[in-house]
Nanobody
């Protein structure tokens, strides 16, 4: 499975960006997909997740720091997950990573990871 992120860039505080993560592979059917981020000098942290299949398919989960500002969504036909980021703050500056297929909690333990896309929010 290969995950390719896009959509990062430089934006002013209060602005918006939409990240995309396109997945490719032989048979792509993860149990969940998620976004994480890692700011310079800090540990990687959970941002948002979405259950991809099963009874809870479509359920979403968010870190408290992004609730109400970020929205995770998907396009099944394109094997793509999105992260719409609104009301961006300088503290949202980080490399954002897409992840797929958790071995446990939707908040961690993902098997597949993208290379990351930089998001920079200027004040």
């Amino acid at each position: 499975v290969e995950l390719v992120e896009s959509g990062g860039g430089l934006v002013q505080a209060g602005g918006s960006l939409r990240l995309s993560c396109a997945a490719s592979g032989r048979t792509f059917s993860p149990n969940a997909m998620a976004w994480f981020r890692q700011a310079l000098g800090k540990e990687r942290e959970f941002v948002a997740a979405l259950n991809w299949r099963g009874l809870s398919a479509g359920s979403t989960y968010y870190a408290d720091s992004v609730k109400g500002r970020f929205t995770i969504s998907r396009d099944n036909a394109k094997n793509t997950v999105y992260l719409q980021m609104n009301s961006l703050k300088p503290e949202d500056t980080a490399v954002y990573y897409c992840a797929a297929d958790s071995t446990g909690s939707v908040y961690r333990d993902y098997i597949y990871w993208g290379q990351g896309t930089q998001v920079t929010v200027s004040s």
